[in-house]
């Protein structure tokens, strides 16, 4: 029995979580190591006083104002009498102030454990304020991302590298692709493609491999939306970690417009070059350093300078 | 040989065949004033020492803040008008 005892006292000595319990009259008679340096209330200071004063003491201004302390000691007094309290063997949380000013949230169980005298209180609590802490701060880097990633004016996807799954989608991306998110996330890149041919899969897979492992990429490619039209779209590819995960984000915009300006300026520069280059009249152009850009075969003649010597001289 | 691809290295002269000083070269002007120039004479030396009577009409070349990026320039070779004399009695 005291082999049994000393065991039992070693585990709650050693325990890093808090453990506490009151006699039949409430008073506390265990307070391990793990409960005072979370409270910063040393074991000599709470052994034999009742638990709703230390509890009180241990409250936060906001609990005090809601709580007094006749209404915590009702509340456990009826634990003790009967053994029954709506709070008994439900996990809770709750926060403390310790008397350096400092919060700290803790997780606990009380239990009551039947005596021939009455019952007495057990309470076993963990000090989760890190992980609460840790939790609250993943969750608001999400909500920032999460905005971030609806406000865009780029469509952006979230993609399954693996199996190209697509796992979410903002609204531009649906918007620009005609598409609901329920609808999107049946589908992969390659449905969002003019290019499903097995080649253009395979070119795409190698893409993704490479900014899996080397990092992002800008590619331009030949977009369709659900409607089977078709645009020109420049993707922006990326490695993201979420929820732990590697993803790969790719965040799309229509250059259809640019492509258009581009070919439109390519055509207006290929008239002009075949025109300048039949006309009778000689034609030079410099650049704003004076330095000879361009010369027509009949400036050519004039000059006796060739467009050679002017791109091997300028 | 490349870098003479320069018109500053042309040996551009004026009708009276003294140098033009290049504040006064025709795309200077126009880069300058950002206004076309047109029929204006000179005389530029060819590699084969031949010198070649020339009308010019230069203009600027802008992009869309109206800054100069370049000049076109056309020639019309007026050698042949200014040994008869005629281009001499345009200028």
Request: charged residues 25%.
């Amino acid at each position: 029995m005291r082999e049994s005892e000393h065991k039992l006292r070693s585990v709650i000595d050693h325990s890093s979580d808090m453990i506490i319990l009151t006699d039949e009259s409430g008073a506390i008679i265990e307070w391990n190591a793990s409960a005072a340096t979370t409270t910063g209330l040393q074991r000599e200071e709470v052994l034999n006083r009742p638990i709703w004063e230390v509890q009180t003491e241990l409250g936060t201004p906001e609990r005090r104002a809601l709580i007094s302390l006749e209404e915590t000691r009702q509340m456990i007094q009826q634990a003790l009498d009967t053994g029954h309290a709506s709070w008994l063997g439900q996990l809770s949380e709750s926060t403390i102030q310790r008397r350096d000013g400092v919060q700290r949230t803790l997780q606990s169980i009380e239990f009551a454990i039947q005596t021939e005298r009455g019952h007495r209180i057990g309470s076993v609590m963990r000090d989760v304020t890190d992980y609460q802490q840790a939790k609250a701060a993943l969750l608001q880097s999400e909500r920032n991302y999460r905005e971030i990633f609806n406000a865009s004016s780029d469509a952006i996807f979230i993609q399954d590298a693996q199996n190209g799954a697509i796992l979410d989608a903002n609204q531009t991306a649906l918007d620009l692709f005609v598409c609901s998110y329920g609808e999107a996330l049946q589908m992969s890149l390659a449905d969002f493609s003019m290019n499903t041919g097995p080649e253009n899969q395979a070119v795409m897979q190698r893409t993704i491999k490479e900014v899996m492992q080397n990092g992002p990429l800008r590619i331009e490619w030949l977009a369709r939306k659900k409607n089977g039209e078709s645009f020109w779209a420049e993707l922006a590819l990326s490695k993201v970690e979420l929820g732990g995960q590697s993803r790969l984000q790719v965040a799309l915009r229509d250059i259809s417009q640019r492509k258009q300006t581009e070919k439109e300026l390519f055509a207006e520069k290929e008239r002009a070059q075949v025109t300048l280059h039949s006309i009778g009249d000689a034609v030079i152009t410099t650049d704003a350093q004076a330095q000879v850009e361009y010369l027509n075969p009949a400036a050519e003649m004039l000059t006796g300078w060739t467009m050679a010597d002017a791109r091997a001289g300028c | 040989m490349g870098g003479k691809c320069n018109p500053l290295e042309w040996g551009i002269a004026g009708p009276d065949g003294s140098l033009i000083p290049q504040t006064l070269l025709p795309y200077r002007q126009v880069a300058q004033s950002r206004q076309p120039l047109y029929d204006t004479r000179c005389s530029i030396l060819r590699p084969d020492e031949q010198r070649v009577h020339l009308a010019v009409n230069a203009a600027p070349l802008t992009d869309t803040l109206g800054d100069v990026q370049g000049v076109v320039m056309t020639f019309e070779d007026i050698t042949e008008r200014m040994q008869g004399g005629i281009g001499v009695a345009r200028e």
